[in-house]
């Protein structure tokens, strides 16, 4: 997983919970990179989780939501940081129907190491949307968040509803109604 995914995270925990819970979380949490994070460096995403459930004991807010939370928060940050990718999309169902085809593999480009997920178009209406999401590092928590992300980018209101396909939750269905 890119460095910019950590040290955005981590630019997140300080913002709501003050720079002593990042450094309680570094310092409690078994970590390769000794959590020295670069922006364009490459750490194994048991890290992020390792921090997230640091996070979560030192906190009580369950890692479902702390990763929602992130993946809300992060579609912001990618919204200033690569805006030429959203640019020229109407609305939140366009964009997420191109995560896929066009959005990651922009990514890809930019970070050839990036570890990224399937999202796959299984149905669309101008009312509903669903996605349906794979990755072996069962990420989905942080999936939802991002598209809740992008439905606020685009000042759009809609529910977001889950299903899991696979026992091990690395596949899920996400309806999204608007
Ligand atoms: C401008 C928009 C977006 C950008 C620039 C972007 C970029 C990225 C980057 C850099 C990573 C980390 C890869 C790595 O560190 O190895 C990532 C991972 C991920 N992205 Fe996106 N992404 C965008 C939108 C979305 C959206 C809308 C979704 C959800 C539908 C999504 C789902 C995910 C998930 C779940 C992961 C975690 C890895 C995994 O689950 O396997 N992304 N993305």
């Not at 364009?40 to 459930?53: K, Q």
């Not at 990420?139 to 026992?167: P, V």
Request: hydrophobic share 40%; proline share 2%; net charge negative.
């Amino acid at each position: 997983m890119k460095g910019l995914v950590f040290c955005e995270f981590l630019e997140m925990v300080e913002k709501e919970f003050g720079y002593e819970t990042v450094d309680h979380i570094i310092e409690n949490t078994n970590l390769p990179s000794n959590g020295v994070y670069t922006s364009v460096g490459t750490y194994s995403h048991e890290e992020m989780f390792a921090l997230v459930g640091q996070l979560s004991a030192k906190t009580n807010i369950p890692v479902s939501k702390l990763f929602y939370a992130y993946g809300e928060y992060v579609f912001g940050v990618f919204g200033n940081a690569y805006k030429e990718l959203i640019l020229g999309y109407e609305n939140a169902f366009d964009f997420l129907c191109r995560v896929e085809d066009t959005i990651h593999v922009q990514v890809l480009k930019l970070y050839p190491e990036a570890e990224l997920p399937r999202i796959e178009v299984k149905n669309r209406s101008d009312e509903f949307l669903e996605l349906v999401y794979t990755s072996k590092r069962k990420m989905s928590d942080f999936a939802e968040g991002l598209i809740q992300g992008c439905m606020k980018y685009f000042n759009e209101n809609a529910s977001i509803s889950k299903e899991f396909l696979s026992e091990d939750q690395s596949q899920v269905l996400f309806t999204i109604k608007k």
